[in-house]
């Protein structure tokens, strides 16, 4: 059980690095002239399609293996992404990221009523250290309080964290698969945003290939592990280690786009992992 715990930590802290890239690619396209909603919707479709030609390449049971919560997923991924810009526009990106990654308590808090019992003293302290050091990471930035961009900011914490239990328990067939149908989901979202701003393409050979590198890594990489990673060791602890997302975030911020370097990085990383180290001696006990 130690082995496959550890495994499972593994597969979701990966996951996280691979989310962590999004904005590389993101900031090449905003310089390019594309805004947030018409990135998100180059990022699932060019997963939709590199997916769906691989699944068809390597005869994969697309239609068999299809399960209804893995297009729920996307529908919830895209919600928290179109929830998370909305807040960072109107009460700053410090914030919307605060109020996003708030969602492993809120996981945490949904299994312990439904099994009527609170997390073992270690669960809790990992989860604890684990969004300390995620908002000591974030650190602080321009804030403007605005009801709806709090709202906005929440919403998307709870479409994220509703992702993560929607697929909590069930078997996996083939993970991949399922990365195709949570993208199918998120398009179908996404695609009514953009109809209804009535958003522009700036189509290129650039801007492609920065969608196929952001699909690859951010959504088929990241998802693929992600659940991968949640059916075997569940969406409670799932959650809290996929906090190790701002901290990789931050670093690659550091090194490739040139952000200062900061004690929060160093402080903040150094308490998230302490709390991964807590929750597996959590699941050693």
Known sequence: MQNSFLMGA?????????YALQPLFATGLYQLGWIPLSVLVLRFGCSMILMGGYLVLTRRQIRKHFDIRALLFGFCMAGSALGYYVAGQRIGFSLAVMLLFAFP??????????ARRMP????????????????????????????????????????????????????VQDPWVDVFWVSVGAVAILGIALIVQGVDFPIGLHSLGLGAGLAFSATIMATGLLIAGIAKIGASDAATLALFEAFFAALFSV???????????????????????????????
């Open 10 to 18: 593994a597969l979701v802290i990966i996951s996280a690095l691979f």
């Open 105 to 114: 308590v809120g996981v945490t808090l949904f299994f312990a009523f439904r």
């Open 120 to 171: 073992s003293p270690l669960k809790l302290a990992a989860l604890a250290l684990s969004v300390c050091g995620t908002y000591w990471v974030v650190g602080g930035g321009p804030v403007t309080l605005d009801g709806l961009g709090v709202a906005a900011g929440l919403a998307a914490a709870c479409c994220y964290g509703t992702a993560m239990v929607i697929t909590d328990g069930r078997h």
């Open 255 to 285: 090194m490739f786009l040139g952000d200062p370097a900061s004690i929060g990085l160093l402080g903040g990383g150094l308490l998230i992992l302490l709390g991964a180290g807590l929750l597996t001696r959590s699941a050693r006990a």
